[in-house]
Every structure is written in structure tokens, then in C-alpha cells.
């Protein structure tokens, strides 16, 4: 069984084009995340979504447009793609708001602006 | 705001020699510090996490990493090296004034010859 899994796996599109990213964790945690990891493989962390409501919005442009429709699902939408917005995208969960807490990664979106 | 740094952008071994990864983070209040794996084309697996229960960590595959306060530490190790061993290695922070996001390192490339 996959805790946290994301669809699709690779994703390729032109420029302009609207695309969404779906993340659905069987875990039954709470809390939710996307993390972008760029091309030097460095990992930010975009949004966190605690029972369904926004925790933490980053410095992201608001192209990009996290849906959460109930607490084992976080989606992502990402409006008018730029080629700078080619990348790993990662869902991750983790049982509550606590610190200390483990974070359960999905296996990833790779997303190709051409 | 909490940060870490990951000395080492590429480390290599041979089968059977330690492992050393070093990170050093900076934080205003006590840590909860963590390192994960990334293996090609995957998510990020956690690998040991610091809670301050103990200054010296054991977590999966024979890794183990000791929290220095004083040298503001949390070093990756393991005696031995295996070729299974290479990946993407990752320090994080999870930082209480910014939810429960993590705050990555820039990682480290272990490389393991035979």
C-alpha cells in the first residue's frame, strides 16, 4: 500500500499551459505539504495545509494554487507554466503540527516546461 | 530563521570504509533535526530524526548521527559503507516559527566504489 502517492509521475507541457498535480495520503495524517526541488536538487517548501486550511504559503508566485478537498488530499494547480517552473514536485505528510514529527514523502512529479 | 549546511556537495568511499556527512545548522531555540535519503528517481525516506531524548541517534540501515550543541552538529555516520549506500543525503530543521516546514540542506552526493 502506498502511503503518500502523486499522479502523474512525469508531466510535460508547452508554455502557457494550466496543469494540476494530485497527492493523496492514506495515513491518516493531518497535516500536508508541496516542496519544489530544483535542478541543483535543492528542496523548498511551497505550502502546508493542516485539516484542510493553509498553514504556511512560501514566497510562491500565485500561479500556483494548492487545493486541499479533505484532509487526505492536497492538490496542486499551476496556472500559465514558465519554463522556470520545471522541477521535482513532492507531497509529503505528517501526523500533526508538531515539530518533532516525521514528514512522509511521495515519489514525486516531474514537471517539464518546454 | 533557521538554517543548515551541508559541508561536502560530494563525498565518495570505497565498500567497507565510513561514512561521514556533515551538517550544521543555527537556530535561535532547540532543534528537531533530521536526515533523509533520496534515492534515484524516489522520494525522500527519513533515515534518523533528533528530538533532544538523545544526543546520539540510531536509525535505519546502520546510520547514526550524534547532536553537538556545542559545535552546533548533527554529522551523518556509518562504519561501513555499502554500495547500496549511494544516494542523495539530506539534513533538515524543522523550524517552530515556520509551521512544521521542513528546512533542507543543499544535500550531499554519497558515492560508494567497490
Known amino acids: 500500500d502506498t502511503a503518500v502517492s502523486q499522479t502523474p509521475k512525469y508531466l510535460v507541457t508547452q508554455m502557457g499551459n494550466d496543469k494540476s498535480i494530485k497527492c493523496e495520503q492514506n495515513?491518516?495524517?493531518?497535516?500536508m505539504y508541496w516542496y519544489k526541488q530544483d535542478s541543483k536538487k535543492f528542496l523548498k517548501i511551497m505550502f502546508s495545509?493542516?485539516?484542510?486550511?493553509?498553514?504556511i504559503n512560501e514566497t510562491v508566485p500565485n500561479r500556483f494554487s494548492p487545493k486541499s478537498p479533505d484532509k487526505a488530499h492536497l492538490n496542486l494547480h499551476i496556472n500559465s507554466l514558465e519554463l522556470g517552473d520545471s522541477a521535482v514536485y513532492f507531497c509529503?505528510?505528517?501526523?500533526?503540527?508538531?515539530?518533532?514529527?516525521?514528514?512522509?514523502f511521495g515519489p514525486g512529479t516531474r514537471l517539464t516546461v518546454l | 530563521a533557521q538554517s543548515v549546511t551541508q559541508l561536502g556537495s560530494h563525498v565518495s568511499v570505497s565498500e567497507g570504509a565510513l561514512v561521514l556527512l556533515r551538517c550544521n545548522y543555527s537556530?535561535?531555540?532547540?532543534?528537531?533535526l533530521f536526515w533523509y535519503v533520496q534515492y534515484p528517481n524516489q522520494g525522500l525516506q527519513l533515515l534518523l530524526k533528533?528530538?533532544?531524548?538523545?544526543?546520539l541517534v540510531k536509525g535505519i540501515n546502520g546510520f547514526e548521527a550524534e547532536f553537538k550543541k556545542s559545535e552546533t552538529s548533527f554529522h551523518l555516520t556509518k562504519p561501513s559503507a555499502h554500495m547500496s549506500d549511494a544516494a542523495e543525503y539530506f539534513c533538515?530543521?524543522?523550524?517552530?516559527?515556520?509551521?512544521?516546514?521542513?528546512?533542507f540542506g543543499k544535500g550531499t552526493t554519497l558515492s560508494v566504489s567497490s
Open positions: 495545509y493542516n485539516n484542510k486550511e493553509l498553514i
Open positions: 537556530s535561535s531555540v532547540p532543534p528537531y
Open positions: 533528533y528530538t533532544s531524548a538523545a544526543t
Open positions: 533538515a530543521v524543522s523550524d517552530p516559527q515556520a509551521g512544521t516546514a521542513l528546512i
Open positions: 495515513l491518516g495524517h493531518d497535516t
Open positions: 509529503a505528510s505528517s501526523p500533526g503540527q508538531g515539530n518533532y514529527n516525521e514528514q512522509f
